[in-house]
């Protein structure tokens, strides 16, 4: 009896400092993994921290998405939390004006390209440089294009977290049916209109649509010329010339009948009910995204082609979904960093968000991916790959007022197609109110430089916003 019982005290013993062991075993590796980390990333605190994010959501499935990102990352790294807030729409932007005239801006703030330059002309934004020459933010390989537009002498503001560009998406099966190449790299607008001859001489259908603002942008672009001045103040061209090209070859098309009628495309509601979506036209010259290729697809039933606009491919250009920022008054930038990183550069991360916020462009992220890319997410990486390679940097954002300048365009556009107007009389009616709205914008009492955060927070408590 004594025998078992001193049997049985000797198993026990050996459990408990099996056990202890193990525990402490366990012990040293999370604390080895915690020094790592505070090594790989400096400013890292050993106790558990939490860290605050922002951002918009315009629906349910966007913050499902934010939702996920966040549980895989406080899986990765138990030791610090993130406190995700969202709001709804155009109330973003509002709450952080008061949170930047609180200086109670989150750690983490997801900004638009349309908006960044503001925060950073504020100084509200940490520089990443830092984290990224340590490595902490993972941009090994990255073409620089993919974040310039958040780059301000060089200093590193906010890291991209996927990619879009415009598109020409085509038909391939009507191509071939009528014996013509898909378009290449080098591709003209002389071919184009080529093309556009021959699609409508064997097939008997329209070979697109008429042009958008956005494609002439890209025109301008593409004779090295931007739409604004640097300045904002007026038109980033002298030569009407470019206006009045862009339309004239427009109107030459649709007397020939080579695109469809501008009354049909007037009563286009949606993306899906565009001539392109209908089967009606062989090209999809109206303003469509790389990351749409999918409602395309979906809407003509079969695979669509994916090409940069005709001419010279510096018109073309990368934009950024948006941007993941640090608050220059973030306690835990360090934090902020990792999670910035890994929001970017997790594989889980990358096969959760499926692209949602736009296609990843770090190359080890697309390598370790592209065995498992559907058909349309394939055409997606190579086509923005070509982009990348042809295309020139983003313009700068559009001014406060670019919608009421698009509105004109599109106001003289359709007096041109209808031959109201001529083009030479829309260059000049688009200069000169461009010019007038722009300068009547900028003009400043001495000495302004526009509202500072404690007025805009002003204005938004004043408003009861």
Do not use: C
Not at 295 to 301: A, F, H, R, Y
């Amino acid at each position: 009896m004594v025998l078992r019982r001193k049997i049985g005290i000797a198993i026990l013993l050996v459990i408990v400092v099996s056990l202890t062991l193990f525990m402490s075993f366990l012990g040293s590796n999370a604390l080895t993994s915690r020094k790592q980390l505070a090594a790989n990333h400096g400013s890292l605190d050993a106790d558990p921290v939490t860290i605050r994010m922002a951002y918009w959501a315009n629906s349910q499935l966007t913050v499902e998405k934010n939702n996920e990102v966040v549980r895989l990352f406080e899986k990765a790294y138990p030791n610090i939390r993130v406190k995700a807030e969202y709001f709804w729409g155009d109330a973003y932007s509002g709450n952080m004006a008061v949170m930047a005239a609180t200086n109670s801006l989150p750690d983490v703030i997801r900004i638009d390209y349309s908006s960044i330059s503001e925060y950073i002309g504020k100084d509200l934004l940490l520089p990443l440089n830092g984290f990224i020459d340590q490595n902490a933010i993972d941009l090994d390989g990255v073409h620089p294009v993919h974040n310039q537009g958040a780059t301000v002498n060089g200093q590193t503001y906010g890291i991209n977290i996927g990619n879009n560009a415009l598109v020409m998406f085509y038909n391939p099966a009507l191509l071939r049916s009528a014996g013509i190449a898909p378009p290449g790299p080098n591709y003209t607008w002389e071919q184009y209109e080529a093309d556009l001859r021959t699609i409508k001489r064997v097939t008997g259908k329209y070979g697109a649509a008429h042009l958008t603002f956005q494609h002439f942008q890209v025109w301008l672009r593409q004779y090295g010329m931007a739409l604004y001045n640097n300045t904002q103040t007026g038109l980033g061209y002298d030569n009407d010339e470019l206006f009045i090209a862009f339309f004239e070859q427009q109107l030459g098309w649709q007397k020939e009948g080579l695109i469809s009628p501008v009354a049909l495309e007037q009563n286009t509601r949606g993306l899906d009910d565009g001539r392109f979506p209908k089967g009606m036209t062989v090209f999809g010259a109206q303003t469509y995204w790389s990351n749409q290729v999918d409602i395309m697809e979906k809407q003509l039933g079969f695979p669509v082609g994916l090409s940069m606009y005709p001419g010279p491919g510096e018109g073309m250009y990368i934009k950024p979904s948006f941007y993941h920022s640090i608050a220059r008054t973030s306690k835990h930038p360090g934090e902020a960093a990792v999670f910035i990183d890994f929001y970017n550069n997790n594989i889980e991360v990358a096969k959760s968000l499926d692209g949602y916020f736009g296609f990843p462009y770090h190359p080890r992220i697309i390598a370790s991916l592209s065995e498992s890319f559907s058909p349309a997410q394939q055409k997606v990486k190579d086509y923005l790959a070509l982009v990348e390679q042809y295309g020139s940097v983003i313009d700068p954002p559009e001014p406060a007022l670019g919608s009421e300048v698009l509105e004109l365009f599109n106001i003289l556009d359709s007096e041109m197609m209808f031959g109201e107007i001529t083009p030479e009389e829309g260059a000049k009616r688009f200069r000169d109110k461009v010019t007038a709205l722009l300068s009547a914008s900028s003009v400043d009492a001495p000495g302004d430089e526009g509202p500072t955060i404690d007025q805009k927070l002003d204005n938004l408590l004043r408003n009861g916003e």
